[in-house]
């Protein structure tokens, strides 16, 4: 369990600090194609277009209950925890659809 929950958390500071250092950078860096892909979906955003690590770590706390207003600062470690595990449920289930229906 510690093993496991160490890789959930070094992912987390690993998001956390790429969106600090440089909030600019493609999403591309921390998230899969798919990750990305899924995100883009839930957030109703064309596929051409490009989001930023900092654009994909909100959308991914988003997800996991951080509400995003002005006065809200930047996300904390558990929305984005919680955030993660649905966008994993997610893409999971993007990887079924796209299997089974060869898309």
Do not use: C
Not at 54 to 60: C, I, K
Not at 79 to 102: C, D, N, P, T
């Amino acid at each position: 369990m510690i093993y496991l929950f160490s890789v959930i958390a070094w992912r987390i500071y690993y998001v956390k600090h790429l969106a600090e250092a440089a909030p600019d950078e493609d999403s591309s860096l921390s998230f899969s194609e798919e990750e990305s892909l899924v995100l883009k979906i839930e957030n109703k955003i064309s596929d051409d277009q490009r989001i930023t690590i900092r654009e994909a770590l909100r959308f991914v706390a988003k997800m996991g209950g951080f509400n995003g207003r002005k006065s809200d600062g930047e996300p904390g470690t558990v929305s984005i925890w919680r955030g993660l595990i649905k966008l994993e449920a997610k893409v999971e289930m993007f990887r079924y659809l796209k299997e089974k229906y060869q898309f």
